[in-house]
């Protein structure tokens, strides 16, 4: 199911290992999840995918920009997106039917995080 999904897609993000800025009593910062890991990686790798060839740059951006829009910011749950959103699912906030399509949507973002960018870290110049 999709919550399965979103799941294994945060791991993913987790296993990068961003951080937050740690607060005082920390030694280190908790891990960046969801949009602020999207961010996070986006921001670290963007400068080195615009040196390399067309195909490898427009890959990452599309699988950047799906990311970003799977865990879109909703306003404390205020303005669900149209399209299918981890932090409604998860939080069981949704008010719309989970459909094959949106599963598949997430498989896909899966897919391409856990497949296709470290194949694209391999043609990164």
Request: with cysteine.
């Amino acid at each position: 199911s999709a919550i399965i999904l979103f799941a294994l897609i945060d791991h993913e993000l987790i296993l990068k290992g961003f951080r937050h800025k740690p607060k005082e009593d920390q030694l280190e910062g908790n891990y960046k999840i969801g949009l602020s890991a999207v961010c996070e990686y986006r921001k670290r790798n963007k400068k080195a995918y615009n040196k390399s060839f067309l195909y490898a740059n427009l890959y990452f951006l599309n699988i950047m920009e799906t990311l970003m829009a799977l865990f879109q910011d909703t306003e404390n749950f205020t303005n669900e997106p149209k399209m299918i959103n981890r932090n409604y699912v998860v939080h069981g906030m949704s008010n719309r039917t989970v459909t094959e399509i949106d599963c598949f949507k997430v498989w896909s973002a899966l897919y391409s995080l856990v497949v296709m960018l470290p194949l694209l870290e391999e043609l990164k110049v």
